[in-house]
């Protein structure tokens, strides 16, 4: 029998070895106006959410810090601020046109001297095992062909005692929020993408997977499974977006 | 509760309090001496605890902190609130408690009280040379004038309860008492010592 493996690319079954593919189109089409979208989409509420983040994560001077899926760079930013001279920044990307955006913008926002760029896989993170105190993830993880596989990654790299926070979109705690959700995810989304980057099919694409990722306790769980200990959560603006946190013991 | 309403509330008070200081470059740069200090202030009922860093672009606030706090603060709200307002030194009677080194305080109260934004350099910013000064001008003598009328208004009204009214003691009265329970004070430890020393005699 030669039956093909499928993983989900929204709400479509694709090979796997084609998603990481279509996901890199969708991602080299909006990178130019990713920032743009992402203030519209959330009403700004996404700089909240990465707010939130940094200070879970309790990066202080001298970490090192690895930033997947960093994009634009909003997260390593911050980082670079506070881990300073003696610490280290890498910004990874598996998105050669998402790391360009991101390194302008640091190398233009002034950032230099502790920060790294790389174009890497989360599956199959390029660093030394026990490299990093902190590594963040954050709207990438959903993208991911094989979570289980970049969750363990992670974990290998990790330092122990080290953090793994995951911040990706969830499931509303609140059915009247969920409805709303929907109605906005599937009929206001599309239409802003087409307006701004005339491409409605990305932006679809983002609303299907963001339904297709695994909730809250499914994404506890597959931490806790790939080695995490004292896992948690913290659901944001009524579980629309969690933020997960795992420790490497 | 949502975890995103602390966030919202305190990022929303320290861009305005970093905006401020933008116009306070002295300061900022003695804030941005006391980085890595982190100072923590619970309130106990509703239980909050904020946690404030001074960087040199301003302060940083923040809801969750798991590394070193240096300073703590600890009381209810209105007890802090009124801590912020006074002018007192101390924090005896406050119904504040303090943990850990003051000085971050004592340096943080120094550059509260040495504050010194410049509003018309903000004003200028915002609507041009001209009439950023003009208007600077015009708050200027405004606040001046209703800051000499506020001081002239407490001596008249402090005059009228003690001489006028005479419901309260002047300043000088009031000393001359705490000088004489002093001094009863005094006499009856000396009273008490030698009573002691009789039946000690005895």
Known sequence: ??????????????????????????????????????????????????????????????????????????????????????????????????????RDRLLDRGVAGNIQFAQADAQYLPFPDNTFDCITIAFGLRNVTDKDLALRSMLRVLKPGGRLLVLEFSKPQNALLEKLYDTYSFKVLPMMGKLITNDADSYRYLAESIRMHPDQATLKSMMNDAGFVNTEFYNMTGGVVALHKGIKP | MDAMLNTA?????????????????????????????????????????????????????????????????????????KL???????????????????????????????????????????????????????????????????????????????????VLPAKNELEFFYREVDDLRLATDRLEARVQQLLNEK
Request: no cysteine.
């Open chain 1, 1 to 102: 029998m030669n039956e093909k493996k499928t993983t989900h690319f929204g709400f479509e079954e694709v090979a796997v070895e084609e998603k990481a593919g279509r996901v890199a189109d969708v991602f080299h089409s909006v990178a130019a106006k990713y920032d743009l979208m992402n203030d519209l989409m959330s009403g700004g509420v996404h700089r909240l959410w990465k707010r939130f983040t940094i200070e879970v994560s309790a990066v202080r001077r001298g970490h090192k810090v690895l930033d997947i899926a960093g994009g634009t760079g909003d997260l390593s930013y911050q980082f670079a601020k506070r881990v300073g001279a003696e610490g280290q920044v890498v910004l990874a990307d598996i998105n050669a046109s998402m790391l360009n955006v991101g």
């Open chain 2, 9 to 81: 509330a305190l990022a929303g008070l320290e861009k305005t309090i970093n905006t401020a200081l933008r116009y306070d470059p002295g300061t900022r740069i003695a804030l941005g001496k006391l980085e890595e200090q982190v100072l923590a202030v619970s309130v106990s009922t509703p239980a909050i605890t904020i946690y404030l860093t001074p960087t040199a672009e301003g302060i940083r606030l923040m809801s969750q902190w798991e590394g070193e706090v240096h300073t703590q603060l600890r009381g209810s709200l209105p007890s802090l609130l």
């Open chain 2, 84 to 166: 912020a307002r006074s002018e007192r030194s101390s924090f005896a009677d406050s119904g504040v408690e303090v943990i850990g080194n003051t000085g971050l305080l004592v340096d943080l109260q120094r550059l509260l009280k040495n504050l010194d934004i410049d509003w018309e350099d903000a004003l200028s910013d915002l609507l041009g040379d001209i009439l950023g000064h003009q208007s600077a001008n015009i708050i200027r003598s405004g606040l001046g004038y209703s800051r000499d009328r506020a001081s002239e208004a407490k001596r008249l009204l402090s005059e009228f309860l003690t001489e006028e009214l005479r």
